[in-house]
T-cell receptor, first 114, second 113 residues
């Protein structure tokens, strides 16, 4: 079974609008961390935001926020006020409490148009 | 502080040749990961080290792949002999303090003809 599922291969959003990128996860470990990374066309992997399973509040980092719904096992990334530079691949990832490695989803390609 | 440094950035080689990819991790980061990214399989973990010791190599595709970390500041991923299906971007990453996010190098794009 997939540990991390990103069901949207591609998304389009108009500049200045908000967009939500979906991520669901599967774990039986009560302790885990969820991560989002951005990969622009240049290829580097850029860390965006982190949510711990015990965090009481949704994580936010500037225009990025994480809509964490623990019961539904979802950790959607919300990008507010989209910019053309937000066009990239976005990856959701999880680390389970007893493990060291990050498992990545298949990614969502976001395209922001003027 | 310098980030994770990988070399070469691009490598084009012929099938059957040996390929060596190099990684210099961020100083003080105890964990080092090698990932491979392809269109078909996405980001796959190949192997990771803790304090220079290999912890999990279950993602290494076959015996043609080997990885070493002789000291805290250097790691190599070797493919011998290389095959066209090894063409991919290979990332090295280390773990930071705090939330434990991975810091990635810029990747080594390998093309095997």
């Amino acid at each position: 079974a997939q540990k991390i599922t990103q069901t949207q291969p591609g998304m389009f959003v108009q500049e200045k609008e908000a967009v939500t990128l979906d991520c669901t996860y599967d774990t039986s470990d009560p302790s885990y961390g969820l991560f989002w990374y951005k990969q622009p066309s240049s290829g580097e992997m850029i860390f965006l935001i982190y949510q711990g399973s015990y965090d009481q509040q949704n994580a936010t980092e500037g225009r990025y926020s994480l809509n964490f719904q623990k019961a539904r096992k979802s950790a959607n990334l919300v990008i507010s006020a989209s910019q053309l530079g937000d066009s990239a691949m976005y990856f959701c990832a999880m680390r389970e409490g007893g493990d060291d490695k990050l498992i990545f989803g298949t990614g969502t390609r976001l395209q922001v148009f003027p | 502080d310098a980030g994770v440094i990988q070399s070469p950035r691009h490598e084009v080689t012929e099938m059957g040749q040996e390929v060596t990819l190099r990684c210099k991790p961020i100083s003080g980061h105890d964990y080092l990961f090698w990932y491979r990214q392809t269109m078909m399989r996405g980001l796959e973990l190949l192997i990771y080290f803790n304090n220079n010791v290999p912890i999990d190599d279950s993602g290494m595709p076959e015996d043609r792949f080997s990885a070493k970390m002789p000291n805290a500041s250097f790691s190599t991923l070797k493919i011998q002999p290389s095959e066209p299906r090894d063409s991919a971007v290979y990332f090295c990453a280390t773990v930071g303090a705090g939330t434990g996010e991975l810091f990635f190098g810029e990747g080594s794009r390998l093309t095997v003809l």
